[in-house]
């Protein structure tokens, strides 16, 4: 098992690394989700608005008032592409976090299959030594028991 030891330590930090990714992973999707609903928020805070001002505000209001409520929906409207903006860019950013958790994924799964083919092939060598201990312990039994077939044999 001390032949093992540097791969398990290394399947340990690779395990980790992979964990730490995937909370990684969680926490841009988390983000993704809140940019999302501030982007609804907006978009139906400029729907009220507008509802509410088309009830015929517009028609009696002042000039100056429409002029203002024009450059507020405007500014609006830029809140609301900046914040699909932000959601684009935190889009980005899961994409490459859920990269860089396949990567370490694949990374843990090389490592454990090496494990488990230098497992099976200590296994494949211990059992040729167990094999070998015990045909010399059966042929030491066999001349034991049969001491007069050894003087039989021919140099």
């Known amino acids: ?16 690394r992979r964990d730490e990714a995937s909370a990684v992973v969680v926490q841009a999707q988390s983000v993704v989700l809140v ?14 608005t507008e509802a509410t001002w088309a009830l015929g505000s ?6 100056e008032i429409v002029q203002h409520y024009d ?16 959601v684009d ?11 860089v958790l396949l990567e370490a994924e694949i ?4 490592l454990n299959r ?8 200590m296994a ?7 094999q070998k201990q015990l045909d010399a312990l059966s042929a030491l039994q066999f001349r034991r028991l049969h001491p007069g077939l050894d003087s039989l044999e021919t140099p």
């Open 1 to 16: 098992m001390t032949q093992l030891r540097g791969l398990l330590l290394a399947i340990d930090l690779v395990t980790r």
């Open 35 to 48: 940019a999302r609903n501030q982007v609804g928020q907006l978009e139906s805070y400029a729907a009220e």
């Open 58 to 63: 517009r028609a009696s209001a002042q000039p």
């Open 71 to 86: 450059q507020f929906m405007d500014r609006l409207q830029q809140a609301v592409e900046m914040q699909r903006a932000v």
């Open 89 to 99: 860019d935190h889009l980005r950013a899961t994409a490459l976090a859920k990269q």
């Open 107 to 110: 990374r843990v799964a090389g």
């Open 114 to 121: 090496l494990l488990e083919k230098r497992r099976t092939s």
């Open 124 to 130: 494949r060598t211990q059992a040729g030594r167990d």
